[in-house]
């Protein structure tokens, strides 16, 4: 006799969770990314500072850990669209949830704050500090505070950016009925991701040359990290039994093959990886083009693996 | 807390399929059209004419290691009175991790905004009463009780039975099981 | 990879100690924060014990009141049907009470017949009007002119009406489209019917052979009750059924015949145990005649013969019918239900009656019983009808069909037909039965209808049928009503009430209470001298010295048990002519027909066509509740089971919809395509009851394919006039777009 059934009739119909789960869609793909995009530019805008030892002379650099936190608002603003129980919200801050990495997240994504604003503080110029209406001498004070304990202050940015950065990633990794998500690499998978996305948001602003030299460089390290990364992924799929080949299925030959090759793969990674590296050796002038496909390819890869493994339930499995 | 341990245990010999558990369930809890916390699963093994049928019962597990409740921010999922897994609909933000933590699919968004599931029907358990589920099912399949009472029905029929859960490898350690 | 939550687990764990304390603080702090039991809230300030109705079998049920609404329903535990559980149909009461597209008012047709088109008029307009019509009819042709067509507890308000009228016309497609082939081949076998519910003893059997009967689709709830307990003791099925049916699913034994071929097999087993005398001898010699007979025309009914009919290897015809007789006598050979499939179906019913009989099952445990029940007396003082009608014109004239018990409900269709029968039927009363799907061969219905002066429906949905009345009553349903005293004769003697749960919603009245106002209006009030339905039943609870008020809470009344088993002493009476079970049988003979069942292999369905099988799903009671939303949302629609490898050769796919197109032409559908393992390949099956086309039922209407559509043609039963169904063929037909 077979061991697997030939008929499955089952009566179950939830909204949402058959014929196969969807319950997540844009709204948390847009905060994962997000989420890595403001981890990256915190780390890299604090390692910029802390790779020339001194602070930023660009207005953007000096900006971005303001900007960072206006997009973290944002993707703060996507995870409460998605709740369904919107007035409950204060609910992830009356407990800690140990065991739970969406409590991590929502506690860790409080920390950002202060540490960006700690950072913005010691970046911005005094004059427009001094602008500040009310809280100017306040915010002189924490200034001159951050400035004096700069490298305090900039590993900080860099530990709290990491914890952002590799939340988004054990989100979904420690989801592991989701078989496809059931993988260790997720974590620095997206941070990696979340570097790379960030160094292309930087490279987009006008930065002088040396920033967006030793930027350049490092995307060109985390797009081969995130290469690797995913390599190992697929390895790990292929070779593992009978759920991570399932698992794997959906990115090698399933539906989301062509999606995850295409926008991932080729024009988030290789392309600009090609023409980074060209801009490396033949000093070509930058083009815009890059940093875009970068921040697609980021945006993609949470899409794709948020939708793909929403799919990749233990039902598939005998 | 007491050191009871409810579990189900589904007779898949005796199961017809009929379905009256999941609509007392539906009626007894008043779930919403068009969703519901227990539903029949139909396997056919083989070829004609050699087939053979699995038929089962299924609703959550009340895991004792679950996965939605480590997964659940705000302690709204949480472990009940022996083992019983709830949602405290004044706890839910309806974030869904939940949902996708768990390896049986066995949780769904209310529309009233919180996340629901079986609830093992332990407001009636309480009272002494057994699930909706159980009480209705007219070829007995159903077995409900306390798997740490040596004498209970349940520990019985799984000391004396043959008895899987789905999918052990999750980890989860489910609470329903069912006798071959 | 490695299971990173456990990882993450483990690391987490470490914060549990220093944030434990601060998380339980904060809850402490923040307050509100129990994590109380949450109680849906829907048990009842009131509980009312009733009788279900969702479909014949009157469990016991306890209706659940809350501000005015049901909530719920479950099982009564003190009834001995239902035993505190039921099946889901049971559960599904609130889905009919609640049924948006009830009748509400009463109904005038306005258009032509069969337009649906109504108006809705006073009750005293309505019955004003109906009265009218049947006085009408009474004085030109004779009250034996109306006939009623009636299935279900209510409709014995309106039988009595209508013998207080004048006529005794009353016929129910469960009969003559049902039981009444396996009545009749029980009846001529033990002298006695098997009756509702049937009087087996599947609890106790050990071996148990279903032909047919799909028990556990088929959901009769103290059976599947019983057939569960017999199995959780060890009982071993045999499933004779060209479909794996969910029986089959837990059968040692599943033979999968080739339709229409049983008898053959009935024999074949017979061959075995009579040769291998492996039948109870000493029973035999005490309660049978005819074995002697029954050896000799036997003999060349080998398994071998056998098989090339049925497609069952002559082995396993041998070792299976060793296996039957291995358990006797609880060895129960399950008499079936509904048994109209090819027109000898009185005669397969006889050959299994003859079957139990060798293993000695009839009044065994674990085999038939014999039951009792209780007495109650009937209302003092209502006069005794005064007109002896005629009797029934349910027969084509110069047709016999001697052993039929029951009025042919399809013959008082026929009997519309003017000249073609005794006597011309000129008006019809149809109390809850859908005549459209009920009867095969639909559109001679609407003929019929055609030459009628008056139809009057009763009924609780716009059911097809009453889109062809003249007249529609919305009767209150079964939770808002009273009905008689059900007394049903069973394994323990007991009576058991039907009384209303809430009031009747809209402007539905109880069948009791329109029965009395029409006789109001045809001046045959003092046939119904009770104030309404509550009174009567009280009275005659109190005339049969019952407690009125301990029923009024409990719903049943259960008196000691009295034997009903051979083995608890009972001497077993057989009405026969003979005293005895009778395995050749004389009145056959002296009817000139078989005196022992005889075979006829089955046409062929023309290369390409299939033969139609039908039969029940456990969560609708034929069409009768396929418009209940509560009970559709386990299943909505029915399917077209084709063998799989059949569909793969056709290019069909499972799930996609095809058509039904019959060997007449009729068309059905469109269908879901399941294509299935399960099921032979010459054969499709449907779930009957599907495929409505009234436009009241805003839910079932179009779903699925209504099998009665394609029911052109019919195998009429020589013995007793039933009509055998599953002689239809169909081809499938895709739908292009
Ligand atoms: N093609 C085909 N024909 C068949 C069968 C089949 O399988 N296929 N099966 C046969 C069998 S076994 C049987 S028993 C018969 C059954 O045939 P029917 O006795 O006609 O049964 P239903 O089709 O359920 O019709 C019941 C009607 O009663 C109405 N009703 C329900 N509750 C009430 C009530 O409380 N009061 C009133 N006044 N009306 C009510 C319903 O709305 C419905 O219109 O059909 C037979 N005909
Ligand atoms: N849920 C539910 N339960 C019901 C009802 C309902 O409407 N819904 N109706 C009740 C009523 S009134 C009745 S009469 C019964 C009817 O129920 P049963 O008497 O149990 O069933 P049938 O309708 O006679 O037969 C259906 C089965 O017979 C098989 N069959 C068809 N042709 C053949 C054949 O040639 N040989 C053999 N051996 N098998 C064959 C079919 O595949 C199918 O499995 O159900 C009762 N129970
Ligand atoms: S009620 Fe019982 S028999 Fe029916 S499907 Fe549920 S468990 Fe199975
Ligand atoms: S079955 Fe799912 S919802 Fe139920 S306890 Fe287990 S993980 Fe949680
Ligand atoms: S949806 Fe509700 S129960 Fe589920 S994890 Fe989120 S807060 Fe917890
Ligand atoms: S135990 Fe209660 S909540 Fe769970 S499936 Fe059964 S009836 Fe529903
Ligand atoms: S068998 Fe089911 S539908 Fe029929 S009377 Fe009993 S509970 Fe009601
Ligand atoms: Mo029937």
New interface residues.
């Given amino acids: ?18 014929p196969s ?1 969807h ?2 869609g844009w709204e948390i793909t847009l905060y994962l990314f997000l989420g890595g995009l403001v981890a990256g530019l915190l780390i890299l805008t604090a390692a910029l500072e802390l790779t020339r030892r001194q602070r930023p002379t660009s207005a953007a650099l000096q900006w971005m850990p303001l900007v960072a936190l206006g997009l973290l608002s944002a993707g703060m603003g996507t ?1 409460f669209l ?5 007035l ?2 204060y ?2 801050y ?2 800690f ?1 140990p ?5 991590w ?2 506690w860790i994504l409080l920390l950002v704050y202060p540490a960006g604003l700690l950072l913005a503080l010691g970046s911005l110029p005094e004059t427009t500090l001094r602008r500040v209406p009310l809280l100017g001498r306040l915010a002189l004070r924490i200034a001159a505070w951050s400035q004096q304990n700069r490298s305090l202050v900039l590993w900080t940015t860099i530990a709290v950016g990491a914890g952002l950065g590799v939340y988004t990633g054990l ?1 979904l990794g ?5 078989i496809q998500w059931n993988s260790a690499v997720l974590g620095p998978l997206f941070l990696t991701s979340g570097l790379s996305t960030g160094a292309a948001f930087l490279l987009l602003c006008k930065l002088d040359a040396v920033e967006r030299a030793l930027l350049l460089r490092w995307d060109l390290a985390a797009i081969l990290v995130e290469l690797l990364l995913i390599a190992a992924m697929l390895l790990g799929f292929a070779s593992g039994g009978a ?1 991570a080949q399932l698992a794997g299925a959906a990115l090698l030959g399933g539906p989301w093959t062509a999606a995850f090759w295409s926008l991932v793969v080729v024009t988030g990674l290789l392309v600009p990886l090609a023409m980074e590296l060209l801009e490396l050796r033949r000093h070509l002038p930058l083009v815009a083009l890059t940093p875009a496909l970068v921040l697609v390819g980021g945006l993609a890869l949470r899409a794709i693996l948020l939708a793909a493994g ?1 799919d990749s ?3 598939l ?1 005998p | 807390m007491s050191s009871k341990r409810y579990v189900m245990v589904v ?1 898949t ?2 199961c ?5 558990c ?3 369930c ?5 779930v919403p ?4 916390r227990d ?17 089962r019962s ?1 609703r959550c597990n009340h895991c004792s290691g679950a ?1 939605c ?8 999922s ?1 472990v ?2 022996g083992g019983v897994v ?1 949602v ?10 939940c ?7 066995a ?3 209310h529309p009233d ?3 629901d599931k079986c ?1 093992f029907c ?2 009636r358990v ?1 009272r002494g009463e057994l699930p ?1 589920c159980v ?7 159903l077995h409900f009780g306390d798997a740490n009472d040596p004498s209970s029905e349940v520990a019985q029929l799984l000391r004396t039975r043959r008895a899987k859960v789905n ?1 052990p ?3 989860a350690e489910p609470n329903v099981f069912f006798l071959t | 990879m490695p ?1 990173t ?2 990882d993450f ?1 483990k690391i987490s764990s470490a914060a549990v100690g220093a944030t434990a304390l601060a ?1 339980g603080l904060t ?1 402490k702090i923040w307050g ?2 129990g ?8 048990d009842g300030d009131t509980v009312v014990p009733t009788l279900c109705e969702l479909c014949f079998w009157k469990c016991g049920v306890l209706a659940h009141v809350k501000h005015g609404h049901v ?5 009564n535990p003190a009834h001995p049907l239902s035993l ?5 149909r ?3 009461g ?1 889905g009919l009470l609640y049924d948006p597209d009830r009748l509400k008012k009463p109904l005038i047709r306005r258009g032509p017949r069969g337009s649906q088109h109504f108006e809705e008029v006073s009750w005293d307009e309505a019955l004003d009007f109906t009265a009218k019509k049947l006085l009408e009819i009474k004085e030109k042709h004779g009250p034996e002119a109306v006939a009623l067509f009636s299935h279900g507890f209510g409709g014995s308000f309106f039988k009595h009406l209508l013998n207080a009228y004048g006529s005794d016309n009353v016929g129910a497609p469960s009969y003559a489209q049902c039981r009444g082939g396996r009545e009749v081949g029980f009846q001529l076998t033990f002298g006695a019917p098997v009756g509702s519910p049937e009087t087996i003893d599947l609890e106790n059997s050990r071996v148990i052979t279903l032909i047919g009967s799909h ?3 088929n ?1 009769h ?1 103290t059976q ?2 019983e ?3 017999a ?2 003791r060890g009982a071993q099925l045999v499933v004779v059924d060209p479909r ?1 049916s ?5 059968a040692k034994y ?1 033979l ?1 015949i080739k339709p229409g071929t049983d008898i053959a097999l009935l024999l074949a087993w017979m061959h075995v145990i009579v040769q291998e005398k492996l039948y109870d001898r000493d029973y035999l010699e005490q309660y049978a005649t005819g074995l002697e007979e029954l050896t000799a025309y036997l003999l060349d009914k080998t398994p071998e013969w056998a098989a090339v009919e049925t497609g069952i290897a002559p082995e396993l015809i041998v070792e299976t019918g060793r296996f039957i007789a291995g358990a006797r006598p609880a060895s129960l050979i399950h008499p079936g239900r509904h048994t109209a499939w090819y027109g000898d179906d009185a005669q397969r019913a006889r050959a299994m009656a003859m079957l139990n009989a060798l293993v000695g099952s009839y009044g065994r445990r674990g085999g038939f019983y014999l039951p009792t029940k209780l007495g109650v007396p009937k209302y003092p003082g209502v006069p005794a009808y005064a007109h002896k009608p005629k009797p029934a014109p349910d027969k084509p004239k110069g047709v016999a069909y001697p052993f039929a018990d029951e009025t042919l409900a399809h013959g008082l269709r026929d009997a519309s037909f003017p000249g073609t029968a005794a006597y011309d039927i000129k008006g019809w009363i149809v109390y809850g039965t859908n005549l459209m799907q009920a009867l095969p061969e639909p559109r001679k219905t609407i003929a019929a209808m055609e030459h009628l002066d008056f139809i009057l429906a009763i009924d609780v949905l716009p059911a097809e049928i009453t889109g062809y009345a003249d007249v529609v009553f919305p009767e209150a349903t079964y939770l808002e009503r009273w009905d008689d005293v059900a007394v049903t004769p069973y394994k323990e003697p007991y009576i058991a009430i039907r009384q209303p749960v809430v009031a009747p919603m809209f402007d539905s009245k109880p069948g009791s209470w329109i029965a009395k106002e029409l006789a109001k209006r045809m001046n045959l009030a003092e046939f119904f001298p009770w104030e309404d339905a509550g009174a009567m039943v009280k009275k005659r609870l109190e005339a049969g010295g019952f407690d009125v008020a301990k029923l009024k809470k409990v719903g049943v009344h259960v008196a000691p048990h009295k034997p009903v088993f051979i083995e608890e002493g009972l001497e077993p009476a057989f009405p026969t002519p003979s005293k005895k079970i009778e395995l050749w049988s004389k009145q056959l003979a002296d009817a000139g027909l078989d005196p022992l069942p005889k075979y006829t292999p089955p046409e062929e369905p023309p290369a390409g066509q299939f033969r139609l099988l039908m039969g029940r799903t ?2 609708h009671t034929f069409g009768r509740t396929t418009n209940n ?3 559709s ?3 909505s629609e029915n399917e077209l089971w084709l ?3 059949i569909a793969q050769e056709r290019g069909l796919q499972n799930g996609e919809r095809v058509w039904l197109v019959n060997q007449d032409g009729a068309k059905s559908g469109p269908v879901r395509l399941k294509a ?6 010459d054969c499709v099956f449907l779930v009957h009851g599907y495929g409505h086309k009234s436009n009241g039922l805003r839910f079932a209407k179009g779903r699925g394919a209504d099998d009665a559509a394609l029911m052109t043609r019919v195998r009429i039963d020589p013995l007793m006039g039933g009509t055998g169904m599953n002689v239809n063929f169909v081809q499938i037909e895709k739908v292009t777009a």
């Avoid at chain 2, 409740?69 to 709204?76: I, N, Y």
């Avoid at chain 2, 405290?88 to 991790?97: I, Q, R, V, W």
């Fill in positions: 006799m077979h061991r697997l059934p030939v008929e499955t009739v089952t009566t179950r119909l939830n909204h949402a969770i058959d789960l319950i997540w995870l998605d709740l369904e129980f919107k409950h919200v609910r992830f009356l407990a949830r065991h739970s990495p969406m409590s997240g929502a989100l420690t989801l592991t009925a989701r759920s929403q339930g233990y039902r499995l | 007779d010999r005796l017809v399929g009929c379905k009256a999941v609509l007392a539906k009626s007894e809890n008043n059209d068009g969703y519901c539903w029949i699963v139909e396997d056919i093994f083989g070829i004609f004419p050699n087939l053979r049928a699995e038929i299924e996965p409740v480590d997964a659940c921010p705000t302690g709204a949480h009940s009175e709830l405290s609909h004044h706890k839910c933000t309806g974030c869904k991790a949902i996708a933590a768990c390896p049986y699919d949780r769904y968004v905004g919180y996340v609830t332990l407001h309480q909706a009480g209705i099912c007219p070829t007995r399949t999918h490898e999750t980890g | 299971l939550r456990r687990l998380s809850s509100l924060d994590d109380p039991v949450a109680n849906p809230g829907t909530t719920k329903i479950v099982g505190g559980h039921l099946c889901p049971g559960t599904g609130v028990l556990g689709e959901m709830n599947v009750q057939f569960a307990t199995i959780s794996f969910t029986a089959a699913g837990k599943w999968p456990p969560t939303r509560f009970l949302e386990v299943f063998n799989a490898a299935t393992q399960r099921i032979r390949t």
